[in-house]
């Protein structure tokens, strides 16, 4: 059985840093393509990056580009995101999400429990 495990989360002013971790175990961790997707209240879950197999390609959405870097370590079966200078708007609940299929735009197959961000202004 697949999990995905989330860590990192927390409240940080604005213009602060934080890194959030995903830690898969159940499968073969480099098989999976991982991305990084945020709920923020009331709106749709959106992809923030992703990251191939890999590691050799990486995609962001414009509001993450320069900001947040996705990485991954396939020894220890874990995705980072590493966010600076964050803002209120990415307030949200982050989701790291594994996959099969689909690029960049990603299809889940599995996604972990959520880990709340709160950037305070």
């Known amino acids: 059985q697949v999990q995905l495990i989330e860590s990192g989360g927390g409240l940080v002013q604005a213009g602060g840093s934080l890194r959030l971790s995903c830690a898969m175990s159940?499968?073969?961790?480099?098989?999976?393509?991982m991305g990084w997707f945020r709920q923020a209240p009331g709106k749709e879950r959106d992809l923030v990056c992703a990251i191939t197999g890999s590691g050799g390609t990486t995609v962001y959405t414009d509001s993450a580009k320069g900001r947040f870097t996705i990485s991954r370590d396939n020894a220890k079966n874990t995705v980072y995101l590493q966010m600076i200078n964050l803002k209120p708007e990415d307030t949200a609940v982050y989701y790291c999400?594994?996959?099969?299929?689909?690029?960049?735009?990603?299809?889940?197959?599995?996604w972990g429990q959520g880990t709340q961000v709160t950037v305070s202004s």
């Open positions: 999400a594994a996959s099969t299929t689909g690029w960049p735009n990603m299809r889940p197959d599995y």
């Open positions: 159940g499968r073969t961790f480099s098989m999976y393509r």
